[in-house]
């Protein structure tokens, strides 16, 4: 079992922009950031594949959000710049330890979640 552990959520205007930690208790090949938001299904945000190896991102986020990792602590990190109403979401950090995609269901280990609101 690995952990996860994320945070860095809050409240911003449109516009503005968070910064989102997530520390796994191991390394981790595929880490990746996903976002639900009520009465929607959950949906890839960003992906990282070996420590910035790759990189893959929602279209809709895409120049907007960069994720990014600190190596020696198993961290990654997803800058939300130029935030928008429709951002506003529970945000998950997964990870696994070969390779996972664009699915949810195909992750292993999952953070608790950390609310990001946007407001116009």
């Known amino acids: 079992q690995v952990q996860v552990v994320e945070s860095g959520g809050g409240s911003v205007q449109a516009g503005g922009s968070l910064r989102l930690s997530c520390a796994a208790s191991e390394y981790c090949y595929s880490m990746g950031w996903f976002r639900q938001a009520p009465g929607k299904e959950r949906e890839v945000v960003a992906i990282?594949?070996?420590?910035?190896?790759?990189?893959k991102y929602a279209q809709s986020v895409t120049g907007r959000f960069t994720i990014s990792q600190d190596n020696a602590q198993n961290t990654v990190y997803l800058q939300m710049n130029s935030l928008k109403p429709e951002d506003t979401a529970m945000y998950y950090c997964?990870?696994?330890?070969?390779?996972?995609?664009?699915?949810?269901?195909?992750?292993?280990?999952w953070g608790q979640g950390t609310q990001v609101t946007v407001s116009s």
């Open positions: 990282d594949y070996g420590r910035g190896g790759s990189a």
């Open positions: 997964a990870a696994s330890r070969g390779w996972s995609g664009t699915d949810h269901s195909g992750w292993n280990y």
